[in-house]
């Protein structure tokens, strides 16, 4: 029970923090006497600004080099698998109808394929595309959080 109380005591004190103090801060501030919404300044103020994000195309070439590297890694230590089983059937410590390693060899050589080829960002390409496209509104437009985000940038 006494986890629960200062996990209410934080969390109580975090919202005071984040809503209250802000909003008496501009109320303070507000000496012209106007009625207007202190949440309305907030929300100006709080919201994630996207456009930092612009030029930042960069860190997506480090991440594709990482990638790369990896599935590369992958695509060798499966040879050098595959080959070391052939060597062990060979010398009879292994069985050719080893079903759970072929399984495990042919997804992953499978996963490799479709990475390099560009199939499993084609698929989810595809995948965006076709949620952002639902109509969950009901008011027959995108209503997908992204295409707000964007519509109201």
Do not use: C
């Amino acid at each position: 029970m006494k986890g629960i109380q200062k996990w209410l005591i934080s969390l109580g004190t975090m919202l005071f923090f984040v809503f209250q103090l802000p909003m008496l801060a501009w109320a303070a501030n507000n000496t012209n006497g106007s009625e207007e919404n202190p949440f309305t300044n907030m929300k100006e103020k709080m919201k994630f600004n996207w456009r930092i994000m612009e030029g930042a195309d960069w860190v997506f070439y480090i991440i594709m080099l990482l990638l790369s590297g990896l599935m590369i890694y992958l695509l060798i230590a499966t040879v050098g698998g595959v080959i070391t089983h052939l060597v062990k059937i060979k010398h009879g410590k292994a069985s050719l109808k080893d079903r759970n390693f072929w399984l495990e060899t042919g997804f992953i050589i499978f996963f490799i394929v479709l990475l390099f080829s560009g199939g499993f960002f084609k698929i989810l390409e595809s995948i965006y595309s076709w949620t952002n496209k639902q109509d969950i509104g009901g008011d027959g437009k995108a209503t997908s959080y992204v295409v707000q985000m964007h519509d109201r940038a």
